[in-house]
Nanobody
Framework: QVQLVESGGGLVQAGGSLRLSCAAS???????????MGWYRQIPGKQRELVAT???????NYADSAKGRFTISRDNAKKMIYLQMNNLKPDDTAVYYC???????????????WGQGTQVTVSS
């Protein structure tokens, strides 16, 4: 089994910062390669939306709402990605999900892997 485990969510006041982390791990299989990793968010009743992605060559892509405030990064050796969120706004309140588009593992590829999500709440 391969898991993406997010951490770092919580409650913060508007203008504050949070850093989300996501770790990829395998229990029954080894992970050899990880493709593009990203963060998405979802508000109840709305579709899940892109926040930012980072390819394994470091190329990044941000939603307009994240540009200038959020920074995505990855540590390939640790199989982790991070999302540094600064100047948070109440509109950033959502469940944040980690995603990997493709993993190469010891028993075959996995596509479109999602974590369980971590709640971020920004109070005004």
């Amino acid at each position: 089994q391969v898991q993406l485990v997010e951490s770092g969510g919580g409650l913060v006041q508007a203008g504050g910062s949070l850093r989300l982390s996501c770790a990829a791990s395998g229990t029954s299989r080894s992970i050899f390669t990880i493709g593009t990793m990203g963060w998405y968010r979802q508000i109840p009743g709305k579709q899940r939306e892109l926040v930012a992605t980072i390819a394994n060559d470091g190329y990044t892509n941000y939603a307009d709402s994240a540009k200038g405030r959020f920074t995505i990064s990855r540590d390939n050796a640790k199989k982790m990605i991070y999302l540094q969120m600064n100047n948070l706004k109440p509109d950033d309140t959502a469940v944040y999900y980690c995603n990997v588009d493709r993993m190469g593992t010891s028993i075959g590829p996995l596509l479109d892997v999602w974590g369980q999500g971590t709640q971020v709440t920004v109070s005004s």
